[in-house]
């Protein structure tokens, strides 16, 4: 994606999924739920913006889902500060430099809504679509450097309602 904040697209599926007569229910989905990934085009074969999550929604009503769950993760603040201090007590700065670089770059996007899940289920299993921007991947990057050197769980910096564990 281009943007930098999703928000106005997630506005969007809501009116896509109400408009094709189902309804919309804020989600955190967990990640150990069994899941099957919508595989886009690769993005040098898209032209501009996908609109794929249409496409999903699609499915998701002709496989006769009541529903379809979004969940948003919003760029909060105290998550950068928490990584920022995580980086400093795993080792010296010197170690994390260009981490910590993508960190003080990632500032400007805090309150914005950097990634969205569609899901639906289906006969137990969860059908689910991503929609991620630029500075989200980075920002999960550092996530999963972090979790490789210190053993430290992502999903600490991920509920924006719950305290850090």
């Not at 009116?15 to 595989?39: Q, S």
């Not at 919003?74 to 430099?97: N, Q, Y």
């Not at 050197?149 to 910096?157: C, E, H, N, R």
Request: one cysteine or more; charged letters at 30%.
């Amino acid at each position: 994606m281009t943007t930098e904040n999703l928000a106005a697209l997630k506005d969007d599926m809501i009116a896509f999924v109400e408009g094709h007569g189902m309804r919309y229910f804020p989600a955190l989905i967990p990640d150990d739920t069994p899941r099957v990934w919508w595989n886009d085009d690769p993005p040098e074969q898209q032209a501009g913006s996908s609109d794929s999550w249409k496409d999903f929604v699609e499915m998701a009503k002709a496989a006769g889902a009541p529903m379809v769950c979004i969940a948003e993760d919003r760029l909060e603040r105290v998550a950068l500060e928490l990584l920022s201090g995580e980086l400093e007590e795993a080792a010296s700065p010197e170690a994390f430099a260009a981490e910590m670089e993508k960190l003080d770059s990632l500032y400007p996007q805090v309150g914005k809504v950097g990634h969205l899940e569609l899901a639906f289920a289906h006969h137990g299993m969860l059908f689910v679509h991503e929609t991620a921007t630029e500075w989200y991947h980075e920002y999960r990057e550092v996530l999963d450097t972090l979790e490789e050197l210190t053993g430290l769980s992502a999903d600490v910096f991920d509920d924006e309602d719950e305290e850090p564990r």
